[in-house]
């Protein structure tokens, strides 16, 4: 089908790495593999329980299973000519972290799907220092709010930008975060499927803007789910910032 705005068969040359693949992660990797995205790179050393069900993708037989085995075998059949990738690691800890390292260098963008600060402030600083876009997605512990952050390093703020409460000490995300591995594999908060579907709906439609150069990227999006509110934020990068201060846009 003809879209107005750009061409979607370049889609296909696109590499994109997924961190996370819960409630947001999986989503955002079935938006994406039917646009498609050539290659999906999934990492999450989660496995699925059964109280992750109320989220979408997954289904009761996948339950016990890596979920990157099972989200990679059901991307195959939404669409086959889509490669995808599966690293059951965390992206903070031996394997994973080499990995993870690698990935961001060989990938055209990163999406962030987890739930923690601490890994946030990671993937931004290795997003960063390797000039790779990242859309940085979460939802709000009450299960009705969210938000997109687009990460477009020496252009748009940084995720550690504007936040002087962190202080101004050696930025502890340039470092691998010690204790983020839950091993209940259990999130601890509820989110609604419709939010979930709303952030990453929001995630994706961003990072294809950014592939397809088309539109204009908001760099901050918030979004009120009780009172049906989608905020846009043009906030500025911090020329102080420990993490992008010293990158210049080259444009
Ligand atoms: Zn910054």
Redesign the pocket.
């Given at each position: 089908m003809e879209f107005p705005f750009a061409d979607f068969s370049e889609l296909k040359e696109k590499r994109i790495l997924i961190v996370g693949v819960g409630g947001l992660g999986a989503v955002s990797a079935e938006i994406l593999t039917r646009c498609g995205v050539g290659k999906m790179v999934l990492m999450d050393y989660d496995t699925i329980e059964e109280a992750n069900l109320n989220r979408l993708i997954y289904d009761t037989s996948q339950v016990g299973m890596k979920k990157v085995d099972a989200l990679k075998a059901h991307l195959r059949k939404a669409n086959p000519e889509v490669t995808g990738v599966g690293h059951p690691f965390d992206i903070t800890d031996g394997k994973g972290y080499d990995l993870f390292v690698e990935e961001v260098g060989k990938s055209d963008a990163v999406l962030g799907c987890v739930d923690t600060f601490q890994v946030r402030l990671f993937m931004n600083s290795q997003c960063v220092k390797s000039g790779k876009p990242l859309i940085d997605g979460g939802a709000s512990t009450d299960g009705v709010n969210g938000s997109v952050h687009v990460v477009i390093p020496g252009k748009t703020?940084?995720f550690?930008?504007n936040r002087p409460v962190l202080g101004e000490a050696p930025p502890v995300e340039m470092q691998r975060p010690e204790g983020t591995r839950d091993t209940t594999g259990v999130c601890h908060f509820t989110s609604l499927p419709t939010t979930m579907g709303i952030i990453s709906s929001l995630q994706c439609q961003e990072v294809l803007k950014l592939l397809l150069n088309f539109g204009h990227t908001a760099p901050y999006l918030m979004y009120h789910g009780l009172e049906g509110v989608l905020e846009r934020y043009d906030w500025e990068?911090?020329p102080d910032?420990p993490?992008?201060?010293d990158i210049t846009d080259e444009e």
């Open positions: 703020p940084c550690r930008c990068r911090d910032c993490v992008c201060g």
